[in-house]
């Protein structure tokens, strides 16, 4: 299957400051690129879908500017988690999907912890 | 709006004893249906998909799915679970590309904890 990756795999930050998470296809080209957030036990929660070279679409309840995503190419997009706070801290994960395919690839994952 | 329903929490089976992890699904027209598992700190690792054609579905590590359009069901199986089966397994739901929109965003299950004794 396709390989997507994600840097970094953990991160532990103070509060208020900002952190970005990168997410690359490896060996397609992501004409969609998901962000999620999952909490401990549970399902994944899709926070914003982004398409290369236009804005994200944030899903209800998700903070645009206190989640920004960039998808500036077919092969990356970041999510920058500005000023976080302790209730940001979960675990990031992201997917692609290119318009040849009909599946999703998820990457590993970012374990955030906000202190 | 579509959804998907993963009736079981937790599922516990004998190593060596065949494995179902049950999955309903609602969606308008035909379904793209899909599983995942995820390891513990993992992100999720696609283990098969049913787009069209034959009903029975063959994927990673012995997995197989049987799409049933009239329970609107997609139950995973494999005839002999393994230890290292045990993870949480996700179903997800998307309509065909036909649709536009929110219709095209994959719907995930509430996932199911699969644990395999030894």
């Known amino acids: 299957g396709a390989v997507v990756s994600q840097h970094p795999s953990r991160v532990i930050c103070k509060s208020g400051t900002s952190v970005k998470i990168e997410c690359r296809s490896l060996?397609?080209?992501?004409?969609?690129m998901f962000w999620y957030r999952q909490f401990p036990k549970q399902s994944l929660m899709l926070m914003a879908t982004?398409?290369?070279?236009?804005?994200?679409?944030?899903e209800q309840g998700v903070e645009k500017d206190k989640f920004l995503i960039n998808h500036a190419s077919l092969t990356l997009s970041t999510l920058t988690v500005t000023s976080a706070h302790p209730e940001d801290s979960s675990f990031y994960i992201c997917?692609?999907?290119?318009?040849?395919?009909?599946?999703?690839?998820f990457g590993p994952g970012t374990r955030l912890l906000v202190l | 709006a579509q959804s998907v329903a993963q009736p079981e929490d937790q599922v516990n089976v004998a190593e060596g004893n065949p494995l179902t992890v049950k999955c309903t699904y609602s969606v308008s027209g035909n379904p793209y249906l899909f599983w995942y598992v995820q390891y513990p700190n993992r992100g999720l690792q696609f283990l098969l998909k049913?787009?069209?054609?034959?009903?029975l579905v063959k994927g990673s590590y012995g997995f197989e799915a049987e799409f049933n359009k009239s329970q609107t069901s997609f139950h995973l199986k494999k005839p002999s679970a393994l230890v290292s089966d045990s993870a949480l397994y996700f179903c997800?739901?998307?309509?065909?590309?036909?649709?536009?929109?929110?219709?095209?965003?994959?719907?995930f299950g509430s996932g199911t904890q699969l644990t395999v004794l030894p």
């Open positions: 060996d397609f080209q992501a004409t969609t």
């Open positions: 049913y787009i069209t054609g034959d009903n």
């Open positions: 997800a739901v998307r309509a065909n590309s036909i649709s536009s929109g929110s219709a095209r965003q994959l719907t």
């Open positions: 997917s692609a999907r290119s318009s040849l395919r009909e599946t999703q690839y």
């Open positions: 982004s398409n290369e070279g236009s804005k994200a679409t944030y």
